[in-house]
Structures are given as structure tokens and as C-alpha cells.
């Protein structure tokens, strides 16, 4: 009982100090956090594409959450709306993509979320629309439909589809990195958050973690082992990352980190 005790003290303890620490730093921890996780994941894990079943399958349950949330509580308060669309589009677009070129259980987990998602969408818009505040949703989707529209059609993946297949994917890809920023600046418009929403979100974050987890490792195969636990790991594998994989996962990469930093 006693090394227990002394165990949950020394955690809070930790968590106090980051608490007291200034944001530069706290972002600083979090990336630190974030690479150390993605190297033990290296070294441990076998079958990386579990990763990214993991993470669709943790972004259907941070959905079911806002499910339960709007059937129990009768409220979208906290919620955006555009964040939603984006989900939408980019689940729609993937969904189209993915039977055209793989079709597996990706298609199907991608598939359920997309209803999932439109469910939420036609709940906010009229069955909960009293308890949807549009004044603090106030990010505009072409901001982040139009550039990666265009990004898209400027770097997208080389394989033997056509070029049409190519810029949809990458079109789909760049617009999942960047489609929780609407709630981000709703949250920061409200100056608070909603437990079922903080639940919601936090789930987005880890499934986005995975995702992104899974294409460093898998695009950085090349990178050896110890390269990635020697003292410069973070400088060596994102130069070996850059040099040999696509520039479509590269620039995801940054899309993804940036999102997340925030």
C-alpha cells in the first residue's frame, strides 16, 4: 500500500510541475512525449498497420461519444458544426477513393464513421439547432477546402490509378490533418470546454496520433534503429524521412504535427 501511495504521489507531483510550466514548454514536452512514444512504438510493435485500424476505430468511438452526448443530453453546445462537414467530406471522399482502390476493412470503418458523422451533422442542424451557437463556430470551411484542394492537385501520390484517384486521395489526406481546426478556434471562442467535447476531442488526438504514428514508421523503415535512439533521433529520422518517402506523407506530417501542437 505503501509504495502505491508513493507511486500516485510522485505522478502528481509530475503533473503539478507541468502544470506550472509555461506554454512554449508545455509544447515543447508534448512533442517530446510525442517522439518518444513513436520510437517505443518502433521498437515494440510488430504489425503496424494495427495503428491505423486503432486509430479509425478510436475516432468511431470519440463519435459515438458526441452521440450519446446529443441523444442524452438534448444539446450541441460546444460542438462545431464545421468541424463536423469537414469529417464529412473528407470520410466521403476517402470512402469513394477506398473502394476504387483497396476496398477492406479500412472501407468499412471509414464507412460507419461516415454515417456516424452524418447522423451528428443532421442533429445539429435541425434537431438540436436551438442549442447550436453559430456566432462562436465561426471558422470559415473554404479556408481549409480551397488550399487543400489546390495542394492536392500540386502534390499528390504517384501510382498506376489516374491522376483523378491521386488528387482525391491526397485531397482527403490533407483536409483529415487540418479538419479539427474549427473546433479549435470554437473552444477558444467559448474559453472553455464541455467534458463530452474534451472526451471527443481527445479521441480525435489520439486517433490522429496513431494514423500519423503509423505512416512515420512504415515510411521510415529505412531509418535504422539505432539512428532513432541516438541522441539526434529527431534530426536524423525526419531527414531520412524527407529524403526517401513521398512528398505526400511529408507534408500530411506537418499538417498533422501543427494541428496537434495546437
Same mark, same amino acid.
Given at each position: ?12 507531483? %509530475?503533473? $503539478? ?6 506554454? @512554449?514548454?508545455?509544447? /515543447?514536452? #508534448? =512533442?517530446? #512525449? ?11 510493435? @510488430? !504489425? ?7 486509430? $479509425? ?9 458526441? &452521440? !450519446?452526448?446529443l441523444t442524452t @443530453? @438534448? ?16 470520410? #466521403? ?7 476504387? *482502390? ?15 458523422? +452524418?447522423? %451528428? ?13 453559430? $456566432?462562436?463556430?465561426n471558422f470559415p470551411? !473554404? ?6 484542394? &489546390? ?16 488528387? *482525391? ?6 483536409? $483529415? +490533418? ?22 471527443? %476531442?481527445? #479521441? ?11 505512416? &512515420? ?18 534530426? /536524423? !529520422?525526419?531527414?531520412?524521412?524527407f529524403k526517401h ?5 511529408? =507534408?500530411?506530417?506537418?499538417?498533422? %504535427? ?5
Amino acid at each position: 500500500m505503501g509504495s502505491k501511495r508513493d507511486s500516485n504521489s510522485a505522478v502528481k507531483k %509530475v503533473f $503539478e510541475w507541468i502544470r506550472k510550466q509555461s506554454k @512554449k514548454m508545455k509544447i /515543447l514536452l #508534448a =512533442v517530446m #512525449a510525442m517522439l518518444f512514444s513513436l520510437v517505443a512504438l518502433k521498437l515494440t510493435a @510488430k !504489425y503496424h498497420n494495427h495503428f491505423f485500424i486503432a486509430s $479509425e476505430s478510436i475516432h468511431a468511438a470519440g463519435i459515438l461519444v458526441l &452521440i !450519446y452526448k446529443l441523444t442524452t @443530453k @438534448k444539446t450541441c453546445s460546444g460542438l462545431s458544426l464545421k468541424s463536423q462537414e469537414l469529417t464529412a467530406i473528407y470520410l #466521403a471522399v476517402r470512402v469513394v477513393c477506398s473502394f476504387n *482502390l483497396e476496398c477492406d476493412i479500412h472501407t468499412l470503418l471509414d464507412f460507419a464513421t461516415f454515417l456516424f458523422t +452524418a447522423w %451528428v451533422i443532421f442533429m445539429i442542424r435541425f434537431k438540436l439547432k436551438s442549442t447550436y451557437i453559430k $456566432e462562436l463556430d465561426n471558422f470559415p470551411i !473554404y479556408y481549409m477546402v480551397v488550399p487543400c484542394a &489546390i495542394l492536392a492537385m500540386l502534390i499528390n501520390p504517384r501510382t498506376a490509378h489516374i491522376y483523378f484517384s491521386h488528387v *482525391l486521395w491526397a485531397f482527403c489526406v490533407y483536409l $483529415e +490533418a487540418v479538419s479539427v481546426m474549427p473546433q479549435l478556434r470554437m473552444m477558444q471562442n467559448a474559453k472553455m470546454i464541455e467534458p463530452f467535447t474534451a472526451h471527443y %476531442v481527445f #479521441a480525435l488526438g489520439m486517433a490522429r496520433f496513431l494514423a500519423c504514428a503509423h505512416w &512515420i514508421i512504415q515510411e521510415g523503415g529505412i531509418c535504422s534503429w539505432w539512428d532513432m535512439v541516438t541522441f539526434g533521433f529527431p534530426w /536524423l !529520422y525526419l531527414q531520412k524521412l524527407f529524403k526517401h518517402s513521398s512528398w505526400l506523407t511529408s =507534408v500530411t506530417i506537418i499538417l498533422r %504535427v501543427s494541428c496537434r501542437a495546437n
